[in-house]
């Protein structure tokens, strides 16, 4: 399995994969988005200015009709008609005036005078450049400014198109530039006839395109052009008197006449800009431009309308800005996602690869755990073999030196008992060595039973007094509060750790005193004892912290150590609930105490009593109204005293216990067992059978 380590070349490929993958996706589809908005943009330019191209166009062609409608009015007017009719044509001489003279002569006649001032205003009403009536001769009789310093009267216009078209066809129409003030107009003139309907002149409307221009209103640039090309008027100025033939279909072109003498305009640059699905987008002098076109009544012109596209570059340029931020973010947030999840990845592989490596780490401890626990197991079996083979001899040796005792010199007794004090300190040691096989190999059981407490501790004060007389020690109980009659707990556990103590103590204590003291208290439904056994002996320096409750610990002291008495008492304990606690100093003595709860079953108890150490019990007690099993279990018991066979015996007494009627015969037993009297627990044995006599065997 791969380290997290080893993960990351192939995180860091992924990322790259990743981000490649996000730039192509916001660069394929922001061009997607963006040329939808710009195809949506540009179609809406152009329904714009195609709305504009046909509500300018229904105006202008109402202004050209207005002027042809004026023009008609004025030619029909009876004095109009009357001056015409008087001005028919220039007298001889006339023509060779000039135009001052020509006006002179004109503006003498008060009607003259009379119909420029109708002209003049009629045109200001209606924002007309001029209004001006011509003869025959193409000599202009009045106009609309006749006061005026630049008027027109006596101008000769010979030659003019819209003159010449108005006197052979009714009305006549035109463009042109002004030749006084050079402003580019429209000029229409209409026929005058008189009752006769014989021609007697013409009446001219000028309209200015820069007035005309006013009316060219909206978002987009309008511009009105003639079937050459020639922008007439325009909303922008750039495009006036231009050339835009190019944008025209080949149809509405028409080559000039040339009578005029106008000019074609100079021609604007115009390219065509191919736009799928969308026509009529050019490039006119490098700016992009949608065009709708209008034709107008007037079949002289044309209204197109342009809708810049400018603006698109810059809404391009916002999509392209817009594309790059999201690809940065989200750049930057991949590349942050990825290292989280590389970490995550790194460390998630890590926890897997030390999950193996602990798992394996997990087996080889357990195989050597269990081959240690196997191991440890065999020692202490072997220990116990050890110490059962080793008891056997060593009881035997005890009882033979026994009676040798009884037969033996004076001079020799004293060697019988050095070899019984040897022989005795090594059963001591083997024992405790048994104690503590049988704790690790079998778990330890604690089996409550109804127990008379105060029946216990007098026992345990005869057992007591026997073990301390033996280093010339006192022994003392005492016992405070009200005692329960019965009390539910294992009375053999407790006995054996109250033996352990006093045992302990007795053997740490010479010519001193060895008391138990026990203190009742009832606490509801139970009864909490504290229990203290104390001596005066040697004493422990705790300062040393020595560990005392556990296995082996040995507190070098004459006579003996503590060994594995402690803790097997401090496992009894525990097991019940307790724990044992020491108080003590170096030459101080010691006290050992611990505090149990256990369950009341007859409350009613004994007075506090004290008992002072009395001397041990006499080898051999009576037995005559003593329970006693039956003599095959007798004999048996005495086969094994003769033998010194300890473990054994020990086995027989636990077999024995559970029958209660034997509890004062399997007393005495454990009396003797515990001062290693193999004699004496032959002899009871014998003595025990049905029938025996008194007398000892």
């Not at 035997?396 to 060697?415: N, R, V």
């Not at 004090?421 to 190999?441: G, M, N, P, T």
């Not at 709860?597 to 004994?606: C, E, K, L, R």
Request: proline share 4%; with cysteine; glycine share 8%.
């Amino acid at each position: 399995m791969k380290r997290g380590r080893e993960m990351l070349p192939l995180v860091r490929r992924a990322t790259v994969a990743l981000v490649l993958f996000w730039l192509c996706l916001v660069a394929g589809l922001g061009w997607w988005l963006s040329q939808r908005v710009a195809t949506q943009w540009t179609q809406s330019q152009a329904s714009s200015a195609a709305y504009e191209a046909e509500t300018t166009a229904r105006v202008v062609d109402r202004l050209f009709t207005q002027m042809v409608s004026v023009a008609n009015m004025v030619a029909s007017q009876s004095q109009v008609i009357e001056l015409a009719t008087r001005y028919r044509e220039d007298p001889p001489g006339l023509e060779a005036l000039t135009r001052q003279q020509r006006a002179a002569q004109f503006t003498t006649d008060p009607l003259v005078r009379k119909v420029g001032d109708f002209m003049d205003a009629l045109g200001a009403d209606l924002r007309y450049a001029r209004i001006y009536q011509n003869n025959l001769s193409d000599d202009t009789i009045t106009a609309s400014n006749w006061a005026a310093p630049d008027s027109i009267v006596g101008m000769i216009y010979s030659g003019r198109i819209y003159l010449n078209n108005a006197l052979r066809d009714g009305s006549g129409h035109s463009f042109g530039i002004a030749r006084i003030n050079k402003t580019p107009s429209y000029f229409v003139a209409s026929r005058i006839d008189d009752a006769q309907d014989v021609v007697q002149g013409s009446v001219t409307v000028k309209f200015d395109a820069p007035d005309m221009a006013h009316y060219l209103t909206g978002r987009h640039i309008a511009l009105i052009v003639n079937r050459q090309g020639r922008v007439t008027t325009s909303s922008s100025e750039p495009f006036m008197l231009r050339n835009v033939a190019a944008m025209l279909p080949a149809g509405v072109l028409h080559p000039s006449d040339d009578e005029d003498g106008e000019e074609l305009g100079d021609a604007m640059d115009i390219q065509p800009i191919a736009a799928k699905g969308m026509e009529g987008q050019w490039l006119i002098d490098g700016t992009p431009y949608v065009m709708k076109r209008q034709p107008l009544n007037n079949r002289q012109y044309q209204l197109l309308t342009l809708a810049s596209l400018e603006p698109l570059a810059a809404i391009r340029e916002q999509h392209l800005w817009t594309a790059i931020l999201v690809a940065a973010v989200g750049t930057v947030l991949i590349l942050l996602s990825c290292h989280i999840l590389g970490q995550m990845v790194v460390r998630r592989q890590d926890e897997k690869y030390a999950a193996m490596v602990t798992s394996a780490l997990n087996a080889d401890l357990s195989t050597a755990l269990s081959d240690a626990q196997t191991k440890e197991r065999q020692k202490v079996e072997v220990l116990g073999y050890i110490g059962h083979d080793l008891r056997a001899p060593l009881a035997t040796i005890k009882g033979y030196s026994d009676l040798l005792l009884t037969e033996a010199p004076d001079k020799q007794q004293g060697l019988v008992k050095t070899i019984q004090r040897s022989v005795k300190y090594q059963l001591d040691l083997i024992d405790e060595l048994l104690e503590y096989a049988k704790s690790e190999l079998q778990p330890l059981a604690v089996r409550p039973a109804p127990l008379d407490l105060q029946a216990l501790l007098d026992d345990i004060s005869d057992y007591a007094v026997s073990l301390c007389s033996q280093q010339n020690n006192h022994f003392h109980s005492y016992v405070s509060g009200a005692l329960p009659r019965r009390i539910a707990m294992d009375g053999k556990r407790l006995q054996q750790v109250l033996l352990n103590l006093v045992s302990n103590a007795a053997k740490f204590t010479r010519d001193g005193v060895v008391t138990l003291s026990v203190n009742a208290r009832q606490d509801g439904e139970f009864c909490v004892l504290h229990v203290a056994v104390a001596d005066t002996g040697i004493g422990i320096d705790l300062a040393q912290k020595p560990d005392i409750f556990d296995a082996f610990q040995q507190i070098q002291a004459e006579g003996g150590s503590t060994g594995l008495g402690l803790f097997i008492s401090q496992r009894i304990l525990m097991a019940m609930g307790g724990s044992l606690e020491v108080s003590s100093a170096a030459g101080q003595g010691t006290t050992f105490s611990f505090e149990l709860s256990v369950p009341i079953i007859d409350g009613g108890g004994a007075a506090a009593t004290a008992q002072p150490g009395q001397p041990a019990r006499a080898a051999l007690a009576p037995v005559t109204a003593i329970a006693t099993p039956g003599d095959a279990a007798l004999d048996e018991l005495a086969e094994l005293a003769l033998h010194g066979r300890l473990t054994d015996i020990e086995g027989w007494i636990n077999r024995h216990t559970e029958h209660s009627v034997h509890a004062l015969f399997t007393a005495q037993l454990l009396d003797r067992l515990e001062q290693f009297d193999f004699a004496g627990i032959h002899q009871l044995a014998l003595r025990s059978k049905r029938g025996a006599s008194s007398a000892p065997h």
